[in-house]
T-cell receptor, first 113, second 113 residues
Framework: GQQLNQSPQSMFIQEGEDVSMNCTSSSIFNTWLWYKQDPGEGPVLLIALYKAGELTSNGRLTAQFGITRKDSFLNISASIPSDVGIYFCAGENYGGATNKLIFGTGTLLAVQP | DAGVTQSPTHLIKTRGQHVTLRCSPISGHKSVSWYQQVLGQGPQFIFQYYEKEERGRGNFPDRFSARQFPNYSSELNVNALLLGDSALYLC????????????FGQGTRLTVV
């Protein structure tokens, strides 16, 4: 099935470092979402973006909706051990009354105390 | 408030068997979507239901079916199970069909042997 391209695939960082990951698509989206998934759990919504160029923050997390509507990035500042997990981007084009999320391939984040 | 609840959390089935997975959305949410997440990949869209009607279907064979009940809970059925159906099955609910902020349950881990 279709998946968006996320990079990097994995990151191993020290506690306190900033993290940046991005997501690209060959097609445009009206909405970008960022989720975090812990092992054995469902994805948890972190940030939702609705307009091209939009920059939104949620605590230490900041995400931007790319101007071309084909990309998005997520930054995490001052990482802490509980940031460990897999981060997924998801794009969505609401149309025909269907909400279908297209997910990225995921970025595995490991934080060393 | 209770989030999205799914049952069972784990189950093991034999090839050729049938399975039914259940989902209760967040109270007040009318839209339920189902996703399949194979190990190491992002979730893939299977179905969306809104007000008991199918609003979208992903690229899955007819062995996969679903329905939504008057209380907005939903079932996902898979017939003639294959080894490749082993995955985490996620249910997501959203408030209205136009809302793109989907909230996921913890998933059902299906293992086909």
């Amino acid at each position: 099935g279709q998946q968006l391209n996320q990079s990097p695939q994995s990151m191993f960082i020290q506690e306190g470092e900033d993290v940046s990951m991005n997501c690209t698509s060959s097609s445009i989206f009206n909405t970008w979402l960022w989720y975090k998934q812990d092992p054995g759990e469902g994805p948890v919504l972190l940030i939702a973006l609705y307009k091209a160029g939009e920059l939104t923050s949620n605590g230490r997390l900041t995400a931007q909706f790319g101007i071309t509507r084909k990309d998005s990035f997520l930054n995490i500042s001052a990482s802490i051990p509980s940031d460990v997990g897999i981060y997924f981007c998801a794009g969505e084009n609401y149309g025909g009354a269907t909400n279908k999320l297209i997910f990225g391939t995921g970025t595995l984040l490991a934080v060393q105390p | 408030d209770a989030g999205v609840t799914q049952s069972p959390t784990h189950l093991i089935k034999t090839r050729g068997q049938h399975v039914t997975l259940r989902c209760s959305p967040i109270s007040g949410h009318k839209s339920v979507s189902w996703y399949q997440q194979v190990l190491g990949q992002g979730p893939q869209f299977i179905f969306q239901y809104y007000e008991k009607e199918e609003r979208g279907r992903g690229n899955f064979p007819d062995r996969f079916s679903a329905r939504q009940f008057p209380n907005y809970s939903s079932e996902l059925n898979v017939n003639a199970l294959l080894l490749g159906d082993s995955a985490l099955y996620l249910c997501a609910s959203s408030g209205i069909t136009g809302s793109t902020e989907a909230f996921f349950g913890q998933g059902t881990r299906l293992t086909v042997v």
